[in-house]
């Protein structure tokens, strides 16, 4: 689920304007596993941008019915997303757990409230019936820390303001984003253009703007680096995403089946 949100995440909105926009995901020899609403609003210089992915079918019966939501508000100023919170939500059938961080950017402080409900399933003997009766306890725990390190973004306000930190003049940017598992991957994004930009378009429908790579480096050297392809469309709107074939299973793609953008 962490790819499917890594694929889709990029889909902020490269002007200023309010969108809401649906993603499928489809995964070679599965077909459809899932998809992810996204929505961006702004009101008198402050913003919320929400991520929802939930998987469907087999995948979600093999994950539990698993949802992810991230929420991103805060202000907009000289055209740059700053953020103020972040809240990042997963919930499965048995388990939810909610990361609220805090920005304080004076102080360049984050604080992050954590709460996690797990439910526990069992069985007790009834006396009565003699019979083994099904039962569902809650365990919940709570925890409030400060981060050793700080960042000025969150994952989705540092995608919003890709179009500052990344483009045709600054073509590398490294990702340092609350969200982001900086602190154990390294994740780069590349501004593609001239020969590298054709060969990638050959992974897309036509009607392409500009092209992005989302590179990840594994946790574990043994692994193998994740490399995603990302194509906007010509008015900023992230329009596909593709993850190249993977072991067996093969490609994985995201694909725009709705956009909306909202006039002003």
């Not at 995964?27 to 459809?32: C, E, I, R």
């Not at 929802?52 to 991230?70: F, H, I, K, P």
């Not at 780069?188 to 054709?198: C, H, I, M, P, V």
Request: glycine share 6%; with cysteine; net charge negative.
């Amino acid at each position: 689920m962490r790819l499917l949100t890594f694929t889709l995440i990029l889909a902020g909105s490269l002007i200023a304007a309010d969108f809401s926009t649906r993603y499928d995901v489809d995964v070679g020899m599965f077909g459809k596993v899932g998809y992810a609403d996204i929505t961006l609003k702004e009101d008198s210089g402050h913003y919320e941008m929400r991520l929802v992915a939930r998987t469907t079918g087999t995948a979600a019966s093999l994950t539990g019915d698993r949802v992810e939501t991230y929420i991103s508000k805060g202000q907009r100023k000289a055209g740059k997303y700053i953020p103020d919170s972040f809240v990042k939500i997963k919930k499965t059938n048995q388990k939810e757990r909610i990361q609220t961080y805090l920005f304080d950017h004076e102080a360049k402080t984050i604080t992050l409230s954590e709460e996690t409900d797990e439910w526990i399933n069992g069985t007790t003997f009834d006396p009565i019936t003699f019979k083994l009766v099904k039962t569902s306890t809650k365990d919940h725990s709570s925890s409030e820390s400060t981060l050793q390190t700080y960042n000025e973004d969150d994952v989705l306000s540092a995608y919003l303001n890709t179009k500052q930190s990344c483009n045709a003049k600054k073509k590398e940017h490294h990702l340092l984003a609350v969200g982001a598992h900086n602190d154990k991957k390294d994740i780069t994004l590349s501004f593609l253009d001239g020969l590298q930009k054709t060969k990638a378009e050959a992974s897309f429908s036509d009607d392409i703007g500009n092209v992005y790579e989302l590179h990840v480096k594994p946790i574990d050297k043994k692994d193998e680096s994740i490399d995603v392809l990302i194509a906007f469309d010509n008015d900023g709107h992230m329009k596909e995403a593709v993850l190249g074939d993977v072991f067996w299973i093969g490609e994985i793609k995201a694909r725009r089946v709705y956009h909306h953008v909202s006039s002003r």
